[in-house]
């Protein structure tokens, strides 16, 4: 039986056209099936082949010139220059930036945000995989600082993530999410004895804070759809969609 083709969602930003941005949608036909549909990690159990199989259909089907750079996340601030990142392999960072169009950025999410960044001219593209750690930690400000030229001109973007009404957190996590600014509590709402974060809105505070020029969220939930979209929070194991992120003129 052939399984269903790959499909995605795009950003709804002011990008000029030579920049190309998305993230792929779970396609599942199984959705209790933890590895079901695209799944592009390759460290969560899932069939090495498979997970091989799945990216080379991403090539393909996007029309690639070569694979997206994929990263080593561990919830941090460490940023990628692709052009400056050395041998290809496993690279430790949360988020990478490239200038040429022979590159393709890359992030793997099931919950915790992509957030994608260029500007009005399409000089450069970038990517951002953001939790709550990185947001705390800071992966926002270390995109930003990578990026030359006016941040007045950077426009973001934050894809699929989970939404508020699935974002249960405890008092830790929310005291270290208003840390940088405690009008952030705005964001948080209580719900018992614990605490429902926006995540999304959250990171748009943020980007707006840093001043970019245009800050927008998707307003798709990864948690509440099992067939269109992998959730950390929902099922445990599982695997990740891909968001990418090219110029191509």
Known sequence: MSRPPLTWVEPDWPAPPHVHALTTERAASHPDDPHDGFNFADYVDDVPAKVAVNRQVLVETLGLTCSPAWLDQRHGTTMLRLEDSGPKGRRVADGS???????????????????FLSDRQGSF?????????GL???II??????????????ISWVGPTISQEYFEIGHDVRCRLIENDPSDDDYISPGGERYFADLPGLIVARLKRARVGYAAASRECTY???A????YRRQGLCGRMASVIWMKR
Not at 97 to 115: I, M, R
Not at 125 to 133: K, N, P, Q
Not at 228 to 231: A, G, P
């Open 228 to 231: 269109r979209w992998f959730s």
């Open 136 to 138: 705390v930690e800071g």
């Open 125 to 133: 593209v970038a990517l951002l995989h953001v939790g709550w750690r």
């Open 224 to 226: 509440g759809d099992s």
């Open 97 to 115: 930036v490239t200038f040429q169009n022979a590159n393709v950025c890359a992030v793997l999410s099931a919950d915790c945000a992509p957030v």
């Open 141 to 154: 400000e270390s995109g930003l600082a990578v990026i030359p030229g006016s941040v007045g001109e950077i």
